[in-house]
């Protein structure tokens, strides 16, 4: 008896890329901007969102979808914000998928400007998954070190623009913002980098503009 092996090889991604499309479409389509944030635990994701919150208030209308392993810590800070959120408990899975926004979409309000995705705390993982956002965010705290780019290349290669958060912690820190910064950009060279604090609002005005930028280029049809 002859035994023959075949080897099937199969984008393990490709359902996810499918429903990502459609998502992108969809947002394109409303003409809001989805924004993916990405990052280890406790590097001020939320923190950010709030801070944003406040600079766009009156002038831009955000949402949030928020990807925790379990509670609704971080939705309800952002609720608090006058924002609307919705919570994706994974229980237990590492990152966001994009069939998990799409069961979230359709409850984004149509008047909505930006829909930001606050991703599961994770720098591996959640870099080979599309949500279907036009922009991602990658963000890099001054307590974890300035050494992360090289060694999760992946999250930094798929990333739009790098964003150093907590930089009023720098004078207590031996974190080198022009090294984590060079690192990355020897990872990708076309990143936007911005050096923020959003305790003291360093940088604020900047990341602000960029995204307002990429929302105005993408209902010009430039996006």
């Given amino acids: 008896m002859t035994t023959k092996t075949i080897t099937v090889v199969r984008d393990l991604l490709a359902t996810n890329k499918q429903a990502a499309a459609a998502?992108?479409?969809?947002?394109?389509?409303r003409g809001i901007l989805g924004v993916n944030l990405l990052s280890s635990p406790g590097s001020g994701k939320t923190t950010l969102l709030e801070a944003l919150a406040d600079r766009f208030r009156g002038r831009y209308r955000l949402a949030v979808i928020e990807g925790d392993i379990e509670t609704e810590r971080d939705a309800e800070r952002i609720r608090a914000k006058g924002v609307p959120a919705w919570q994706i408990t994974t229980g237990g899975a590492c990152h966001l998928e994009a069939k998990m926004i799409g069961k979230v979409i359709g409850g984004v309000p149509a008047e909505i400007d930006f829909l930001f995705i606050?991703?599961?705390?994770n720098l591996v993982c959640p870099a080979s998954y599309d949500l279907g956002e036009?922009?991602?965010?990658?963000l890099l705290s001054a307590p974890e070190g300035d050494d992360k780019p090289a060694k999760y290349p992946q999250a930094f290669l798929s990333a739009d623009a790098l964003v150093l958060t907590k930089s009023d912690l720098l004078p207590y820190l031996p974190f080198d913002p022009r090294k984590a910064a060079d690192e990355a950009l020897a990872i990708k060279g076309t990143?936007?980098?911005f050096k923020i604090s959003a305790i003291s609002g360093e940088g604020l005005d900047e990341l602000a503009a960029y995204l307002v930028?990429?929302?105005?280029?993408l209902r010009s049809g430039r996006a």
Avoid: K, P, Q, S
């Fill in 213 to 217: 930028e990429a929302l105005e280029r």
């Fill in 118 to 121: 606050e991703n599961v705390g």
């Fill in 23 to 29: 998502i992108r479409a969809e947002l394109r389509a």
């Fill in 191 to 193: 990143l936007r980098v």
């Fill in 134 to 138: 036009d922009i991602r965010l990658v």
